[in-house]
């Protein structure tokens, strides 16, 4: 059974000067238990909208959305019981509080009885590389710290669903690859992500499908395999030293190639035989670091969104 569905779901929003905007637009899809769906899409696509939707902070306009069963506008206790929400910034945290004081406090809101708070307090505090700072005070913690605090206040409930939007959002590398290593824990042991990231290398490293949103619509939804296999993307080949006329002529059999004054090539050839000649090429002119890498969840994305954000 899907953990999450979603059907024919739309949320307009009137603005201040008493313009609708369409913030989603019909949206329907399932999750499956221990699945990991990435939200992507441009700014204003109506990621956020949608995870405060799915976490009963808003109500939809028109649809329904179920999480575990329960609809999210006739069961929202229900749903909240099951599910955490992690959101990117500061909000949510009390500064003047103790990483340990803020996790208690909101264990304790979460209708966990003073017991099983404390105990769910440190726990998710070791989860989370937390222990050590539990009694210093949030206002004092790096972005990267605050997110772990977040996500630490996430998973006190031990939710069905974790809904986290640009979670990583702050975070150095390191904290990064931990938060990944989490989420893939977290994902072994059966809960439901549905994370927005606008990092398509996160999304792919990560989650076991994607939906492409853009203008409230759902464009795409399915695996980075899947996804791949709809649309014709080039491979993309690079090379460094490669002389002038060199880069001449592969441009000339590639279509979109470019090479900067070092000699740096970055090229997409259409198909397997323009591929073999630019090769061919560059090995003669005896170009260095000759590469060629398959498309992934990046190539996807432009073909799909096609820049949007430059083209407004
Ligand atoms: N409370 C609100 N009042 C008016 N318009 C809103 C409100 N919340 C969202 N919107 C509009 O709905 C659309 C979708 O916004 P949303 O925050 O869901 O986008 P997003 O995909 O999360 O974008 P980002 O990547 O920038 O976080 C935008 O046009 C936004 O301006
Ligand atoms: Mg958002």
Same mark, same amino acid.
């Given at each position: 059974?899907?953990?999450?569905?979603?059907?024919?779901?739309?949320?307009?929003?009137?603005?201040?000067?008493?313009?609708?905007?369409?913030?989603?637009?019909?949206?329907?899809?399932?999750? #499956?238990?221990? @699945?990991? /769906? !990435? =939200?992507? &899409?441009?700014?204003?696509?109506?990621?956020? $909208?949608? *995870? %405060?939707?799915?976490?009963?902070?808003?109500?939809?306009?028109?649809?329904?959305?179920?999480?575990?069963?329960?609809?999210?506008?006739?069961?929202?206790?229900?749903?909240?019981?099951?599910?955490?929400?992690?959101?990117?910034?500061?909000?949510?945290?009390?500064?003047?509080?103790?990483?340990?004081?803020?996790?208690?406090?909101?264990?304790?809101?979460?209708?966990?009885?003073?017991?099983?708070?404390?105990?769910?307090?440190? #726990?998710?505090? @070791?989860? /989370? !590389? =937390?222990? &050590?700072?539990?009694?210093?005070?949030?206002? $004092?913690? *790096? %972005?990267?710290?605050?997110?772990?605090?977040?996500?630490?206040?996430?998973?006190?409930?031990?939710?069905?669903?974790?809904?986290?939007?640009?979670?990583?959002?702050?975070?150095?590398?390191?904290?990064?690859?931990?938060?990944?290593?989490?989420?893939?824990?977290?994902?072994?042991?059966?809960?439901?992500?549905?994370?927005?990231?606008?990092?398509?290398?996160?999304?792919?490293?990560?989650?076991?499908?994607?939906?492409?949103?853009?203008?409230?619509?759902? /464009?795409?939804?399915?695996?980075?395999?899947?996804?791949?296999?709809?649309?014709?993307?080039?491979?993309?080949?690079?090379?460094?030293?490669?002389?002038?006329?060199?880069?001449?002529?592969?441009?000339?059999?590639?279509?979109?190639?470019?090479?900067?004054?070092?000699?740096?090539?970055?090229?997409?050839?259409?198909?397997?035989?323009?591929?073999?000649?630019?090769?061919?090429?560059?090995?003669?002119?005896?170009?260095?670091?000759?590469?060629?890498?398959?498309?992934?969840?990046?190539?996807?994305?432009?073909?799909?969104?096609?820049?949007?954000?430059?083209?407004?």
């Amino acid at each position: 059974m899907a953990v999450i569905e979603v059907q024919d779901l739309t949320r307009t929003f009137r603005t201040r000067r008493g313009r609708v905007v369409t913030a989603l637009d019909h949206v329907g899809f399932q999750v #499956e238990r221990g @699945e990991v /769906l !990435g =939200l992507l &899409g441009p700014n204003g696509a109506g990621k956020t $909208t949608l *995870s %405060r939707i799915l976490t009963t902070l808003l109500v939809p306009t028109s649809g329904t959305a179920r999480v575990s069963g329960f609809d999210v506008v006739d069961r929202p206790r229900e749903v909240r019981r099951r599910i955490g929400l992690v959101l990117g910034g500061d909000r949510g945290l009390y500064g003047r509080l103790t990483a340990r004081q803020n996790l208690r406090y909101w264990a304790a809101l979460q209708g966990l009885d003073a017991r099983t708070a404390r105990r769910r307090t440190e #726990e998710v505090m @070791e989860l /989370l !590389g =937390l222990d &050590g700072r539990g009694d210093d005070r949030v206002e $004092t913690f *790096s %972005r990267g710290m605050v997110q772990r605090v977040h996500l630490a206040r996430a998973l006190l409930g031990e939710p069905d669903v974790l809904v986290m939007d640009e979670p990583t959002n702050g975070m150095d590398p390191h904290a990064g690859a931990g938060f990944r290593e989490l989420v893939r824990t977290l994902r072994g042991g059966g809960t439901t992500v549905v994370l927005t990231t606008h990092d398509m290398q996160e999304a792919q490293a990560l989650c076991s499908r994607v939906a492409l949103i853009d203008h409230g619509r759902i /464009l795409r939804i399915g695996s980075t395999t899947e996804l791949l296999a709809g649309i014709r993307t080039p491979r993309t080949l690079t090379a460094v030293g490669v002389p002038p006329e060199t880069a001449a002529r592969i441009a000339a059999l590639a279509g979109s190639a470019t090479t900067d004054a070092e000699g740096n090539l970055t090229a997409r050839p259409a198909d397997d035989e323009s591929l073999s000649q630019a090769l061919l090429l560059l090995a003669q002119a005896r170009a260095e670091s000759i590469s060629v890498a398959a498309p992934g969840l990046a190539e996807v994305y432009r073909t799909v969104i096609e820049n949007r954000e430059f083209a407004l």
